[in-house]
């Protein structure tokens, strides 16, 4: 007697909802955040369009959730006192929270493209308000980390913290989009380390 088939366990709405976003992530890198389309997230997770809306009302709702997949809004707690770095040097924080942020994109090419996509960002206050919000938390945190590294002797005081700060955030930033435009031809997480490390070292 043929044994009845197997049933497919049914993923949860959560497990659902990761997997709609990964493929919107991965869609991106191949295709450009503007050319990723609700039809193309269903036919690569495997649903309907219909089933995508079941989890997501509108699909300026998948992209905020992808934004918060790729920067988690800070908490107060991580503004104040880190973003879970194991060094208690704040120089070190500094170096720490770059490889961090560098690695993060090196192993997830699509972010500089939604980072920096103005279409993307125009057709959705919320994505571009989370960004926002992410950014200025980062800068804080540069910011206060760098004022205790000069407290401490560890940085020169020649730059202001906080001019020091947009200067490591503006450092990430360019050359994320200097990576993505060289076709990911260079390792991003050295070439920025080392250019910190100059920036980092002014007199």
């Known amino acids: ?3 009845p088939p197997a049933r497919r366990s049914r993923k949860s709405a959560q497990d659902r909802k990761a997997e709609i976003v990964s493929a919107a992530i991965r869609l991106a890198a191949e295709l450009g955040p503007d050319r990723v ?14 089933g995508i809306f079941r989890h ?19 908490s ?11 060094s208690a040097d704040p120089a070190q924080q500094v170096r720490d929270m770059v490889s961090r942020f560098l690695s993060g994109i090196a192993r997830h090419p699509a972010i500089p493209a939604i980072l920096f ?3 993307l960002h125009a057709e959705n206050e919320q994505l571009r308000a989370h960004f926002e919000k992410v950014m200025t938390g980062r800068r804080t945190k540069f910011t206060r980390l760098i004022e205790q590294a000069q407290v ?12 020091l700060a947009a200067l490591v955030l503006a450092l990430i930033q360019g050359l994320a989009m200097r990576w993505s435009l060289e076709n990911r031809g260079f390792d991003l997480e050295a070439e920025g380390m080392r250019l910190l490390a100059g920036l980092l070292s002014v007199k």
């Open 76 to 86: 107060a707690q991580d503004v104040k006192g880190g973003f879970a770095s194991a």
């Open 117 to 119: 996509s103005r279409e």
């Open 56 to 74: 997501f009302p509108a699909k300026t709702d998948i992209w905020v959730a992808v934004g918060e997949w790729i920067a988690p809004s800070p």
């Open 152 to 163: 401490a002797g560890q940085l020169s005081k020649a730059i202001a913290p906080a001019d």
């Open 37 to 50: 389309t609700t039809q193309r997230i269903a036919d690569e997770v495997g649903l309907t369009q219909p």
């Open 1 to 3: 007697m043929t044994p």
